[in-house]
Antibody, heavy 118, light 110 residues
Framework: EVQLVESGGGLVQPGGSLRLSCAASGFTFSSYEMNWVRQAPGKGLEWVSYISSSGSTIYYADSVKGRFTISRDNAKNSLYLQMNSLRAEDTAVYYC???????????WGQGTLVTVSS | QSALTQPRSVSGSPGQSVTISCTGTSSDVGGYNYVSWYQQHPGKAPKLMIYDVSKRPSGVPDRFSGSKSGNTASLTISGLQAEDEADYYCCSYAGSYYVVFGGGTKLTVL
């Protein structure tokens, strides 16, 4: 059974940093492209970042470019999102998700809540 | 890139059919056959219902179907059931590896 479990969320002050993790199991993680998608409280979904199966290709949404860094460790079956210079508008539940095709995400974790507030 | 446009809400009675529209531009919905639809129940993670405009993942009932015409994609749910009540989001590839979601539609089963 495919499982994605996010962790690392919490309360952080504006300008602070946080590192999210996504532990994968039940599938060959190294063969899958991965994404982070977020959802602000009571709002819609927003794509955040993509990483290829090898980690060699990476893309970001304009809203996080230069502040967030996606990475993966295929040996540890893990995906990461390093978030720096956090802003109030980054407050959201962050989901990791496997990619089925361009813009389609077939397996999702349960999400981890990031709250940016003083 | 702007969000795709969806109606805020739609409703239907059990057994009926409903269609949710998703309007974009020639740079996203109209330019690629990479539209997907997600169902999200309160407090839960999104679930993929349709991908590549009209393909259904394994396990998704064939009551759910997707289509596209020009810059507008549509999700049709036939034979509405109580458990279909949820938020639905469309999503499209927009080139240069950019992905844009719609604002979401709340489906109420009357």
């Amino acid at each position: 059974e495919v499982q994605l479990v996010e962790s690392g969320g919490g309360l952080v002050q504006p300008g602070g940093s946080l590192r999210l993790s996504c532990a994968a199991s039940g599938f060959t993680f190294s063969s899958y492209e991965m994404n982070w998608v977020r959802q602000a409280p009571g709002k819609g979904l927003e794509w955040v970042s993509y990483i290829s199966s090898s980690g060699s290709t990476i893309y970001y949404a304009d809203s996080v470019k230069g502040r967030f860094t996606i990475s993966r460790d295929n040996a540890k079956n893990s995906l990461y999102l390093q978030m720096n210079s956090l802003r109030a508008e980054d407050t959201a539940v962050y989901y990791c998700a496997t990619q089925l095709s361009y813009g389609s995400f077939d397996y999702w974790g349960q999400g981890t809540l990031v709250t940016v507030s003083s | 890139q702007s969000a795709l446009t969806q109606p805020r809400s739609v409703s239907g009675s059990p057994g009926q059919s409903v269609t949710i529209s998703c309007t974009g531009t020639s740079s996203d919905v109209g330019g690629y056959n990479y539209v997907s639809w997600y169902q999200q129940h309160p407090g839960k993670a999104p679930k993929l219902m349709i991908y590549d405009v009209s393909k259904r993942p394994s396990g998704v009932p064939d009551r759910f179907s997707g289509s596209k015409s020009g810059n507008t994609a549509s999700l049709t749910i036939s034979g509405l059931q109580a458990e279909d009540e949820a938020d639905y989001y469309c999503c499209s590839y927009a080139g240069s590896y950019y992905v844009v979601f719609g604002g979401g539609t709340k489906l109420t089963v009357l």
